[in-house]
């Protein structure tokens, strides 16, 4: 609805952003729009993203949380290109939510990687993502005890992840900042996760 031209009509993915302004290149008429960073929280399975976001919800009226599960209930998820079209869709979503003029954050596990390569992307001032992780026997723990889950492969996997984000620093062109859950409780880590979205967001002004 924000990339709408609402004097031809023009609702084609065809619009030329250049910083807050929105060209139809059919009509060449123009308008201005809230251009804010886009927010992702990330980490492997079992790391308490969505007890992180939801309680990350609740404590502030300052940031729009949602959870990019939704598109992975609703959309395919088979292929590659299936996981594109739903990152684009969030990215779709998310620049119109933003013109309340509210940063969004994402609570999303995978699909970093593919967080430039939408159309959508141009909508943003920057993609910001904070992963968080933990030492691997908490990880465990919290997999096993905590959620139930037996699959040893599962585990596995969410370990390397983990352990991914543990040392490096980006995923192909996505840079992300980690933020280490290891001993704090949800409070702080809710308080870290607000403190790194406000000096992004003074950053990306
Ligand atoms: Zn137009």
């Known amino acids: 609805m924000v990339a709408q031209c609402v004097k031809c009509g023009n609702h084609k993915w065809n619009k030329k952003v250049e910083d807050n302004r929105i060209t139809c290149p059919n009509c060449g008429y123009s308008w201005t729009f809230n251009k804010l960073p886009l927010f992702i929280l990330t980490g492997c399975s079992g790391i308490g993203k969505t007890t ?26 088979e292929t590659q290109d299936d996981y594109l079209q739903q990152v684009e869709k969030l990215e779709d979503l998310s620049k119109n939510i933003m013109q309340v003029g509210k940063p969004v ?83 702080e880590v809710v308080e870290d996760v607000k403190k790194w979205v406000t000096e992004k967001m003074a950053r990306s002004k």
């Open 52 to 77: 992180t976001a939801h309680e990350l919800m609740f404590s502030t009226e300052d940031i729009v949380v949602l959870d990019a599960d939704f598109f992975f209930n609703i959309m395919p998820h």
């Open 105 to 187: 954050l994402w609570a999303m596990a995978g699909n970093l990687d593919k967080l430039n390569g939408v159309y959508n992307r141009q909508f943003f001032s920057d993609i910001f993502c904070l992963a968080l992780v933990c030492d691997e026997e908490t990880l465990r723990h919290r997999m096993m005890q905590g959620r139930g889950i037996g699959d040893e492969e599962w585990i596995q996997s969410s370990i390397q992840y983990n352990n991914y984000f543990k040392t490096h620093t980006a995923i192909n062109d996505m840079p992300f900042d980690v933020c280490d859950t290891e001993g704090k409780k949800i409070e």
